[in-house]
């Protein structure tokens, strides 16, 4: 009869350990797993943002030469290239150079920037080389970030 109690108490001692490990409790796993899911979210975030602002100066660009593509579109359908380019109406030309310098470039890569105010000084100096020079200059910078513009 000892025997039996001896080994029932063997049998029993692993059971009564294990019931003495007991789980964590509701809210211990309940904040375990919202701690993980919050560091994923965060982790997701950065990534997204990441990729957002990698692509910011290439939209950037892109609104700058539609900005100039549509005021060069606003100018020739007012009056002819000769009128703008030439003097030929002084006004015109000041308010296009005006609207020139209104183009968005603060988002911009600097050497974007430059290649623009480049072509801005061109239009200032009504060389009508140098203007088509600069602009293709600033497609080409435009181009060397991945921006591609017709």
Known sequence: MKEQIQIQEKKDAPNQEV???????????????????????A???IIYLWQGCSDAPKL?????????????????????????????????TAAYVRNLKKTPLGDCP?????????HIAAW????????????HDVLATAKLHGVDYE
């Open 60 to 92: 950037a660009m892109r609104r700058a030469i539609s900005y100039d593509k549509s005021i060069s579109r606003q100018v020739y359908k007012d009056s002819s290239l000769l009128e703008v380019l030439f003097g030929a109406n002084p006004e015109k």
């Open 124 to 135: 200032e100096s009504r060389n009508k080389s140098l203007i088509d020079s600069t602009f």
């Open 110 to 118: 600097e050497d974007f920037r430059k290649a623009y105010k480049k």
């Open 43 to 45: 982790v997701i975030g």
């Open 19 to 41: 019931a003495h490990e007991s789980p964590p409790q509701g809210n211990e796993e309940i904040w375990g797993c919202l701690g993980i899911t919050v560091l994923i979210l």
